[in-house]
């Protein structure tokens, strides 16, 4: 692993401070309109140079793109996986044949696989223990709107397990900078959030890096861990976020909270309502899926955490404290861990 190599890198940074309005001034706004207002943050832009265009796939081709960087995925590039992508980013499989007995790949989007096949690899990270955990995590981060949400997640001194998108760490960096103020661990979810199996190497690379790069700049945390989008990972891309630091996080139960817009949010209640039946039952705890992606999602958690910390009294807690993922920590020690840790 190079995380030796990265803190050689712009990585190294603090956080940056903004001189004119801070975080708190920003979590004060609760008029959603005023919140999703963009505003300039003077040391950001001052980066903005450095990184690849936001929303859109990452590479390196980019001007600012520094030539450390660079060197680093040339020292990678030799070793990563022979995988070839597959797909598109948008997740469209048209024409893409695999053998979904054999799994060499272990491509979770197709055979729901955790543990990979390359020797070397950690299990992904699925389950939380003691029974009746709660893995609270959040995807989509960090949201303009947020703020109600994040006074009510405060007020019950609930903390989360956050994946922030790099993208919206540069477009709402004081938005970010909460996030770890409250006290909710940080993670990456991706540059511009798409099915990562489908990108070059070059990409998935540049995709993990600034945003781990990104969370690092403006809010002072080098990142551990990091969930992919979609869950579409295989080992190629396990590969490289293992060289980068960061441990895979998938989940065991999933509120399909980000469809209400079109299934109705009495279909997604239903999910969290058979998630909080069904999940007691178990041996071991779960890690959820639900985002903060828009003001619905955010909605129906506030609706259902009463009654989730209610009746996980082993805890409703973040995946693990970042340190946690550090490889010096023996994973048996981990409330959220692997099936076979």
């Excluded at 603090?14 to 959603?32: C, F, M, N, V, Y």
């Excluded at 070059?200 to 890096?209: G, K, M, S, V």
């Excluded at 309502?273 to 899926?289: C, N």
Aim: glycine letters at 8%; proline letters at 6%.
């Amino acid at each position: 692993m190079l995380s030796a190599t990265l803190g050689l890198l712009a990585l190294a940074s603090t956080s940056l401070a903004h001189p004119g309005r801070d975080w708190q001034e920003q979590a004060k706004i609760k008029d959603a309109t005023a919140e999703c207002t963009y505003y300039d943050f003077e040391p950001l832009q001052q980066l903005i140079g450095s990184y690849p265009s936001i929303w859109d796939v990452a590479d390196l081709q980019g001007s600012g793109i520094t030539e450390d960087v660079k060197a680093l995925f040339a020292q990678l590039q030799p070793n990563i996986p022979k995988i070839a992508p597959r797909g598109t980013i948008n997740g469209d499989w048209t024409g893409v044949s695999y053998d979904n007995g054999a799994d060499p790949d272990c491509w979770w989007t197709n055979t729901g696989c955790t543990t990979p096949k390359l020797e070397g690899l950690p299990v992904d990270i699925t389950e939380c223990n003691p029974a009746l955990s709660w893995g609270f995590t959040l995807d989509d981060g960090p949201n303009c709107t947020h703020n109600e949400y994040y006074d009510y997640l405060e007020s019950i001194n609930q903390k989360a397990t956050l994946f922030y998108i790099g993208s919206n760490v540069v477009d709402w960096p004081l938005e970010a900078q909460r996030g770890l103020a409250d006290g909710h661990e940080i993670c990456a979810h991706t540059w511009s959030h798409n099915y990562m199996t489908a990108l070059t190497d070059e990409q998935a690379f540049a995709e993990l890096y600034y945003t781990k790069k990104a969370i690092k700049d403006v809010v002072g945390v080098t990142v551990q861990c990091w969930r992919p989008p979609f869950g579409d990972t295989d080992d190629r891309i396990r590969w490289i976020a293992e060289q980068l630091g960061m441990r895979t996080v998938i989940w065991s139960d999933d509120t399909d909270d980000w469809n209400w817009v079109n299934v109705g949010k009495a279909t997604i209640e239903a999910n969290y309502k058979d998630i909080i039946a069904t999940a007691p039952k178990r041996p071991q705890g779960t890690i959820v899926l639900s985002h903060e992606i828009n003001a619905g999602t955010m909605e129906l958690s506030e609706e259902f955490l009463p009654q989730i910390q209610k009746t996980f009294t082993g805890g409703v807690m973040p995946v693990s404290r970042l340190a946690h993922f550090g490889r010096s920590v023996s994973l048996t020690s981990l409330a959220c861990r692997s099936p076979s840790a």
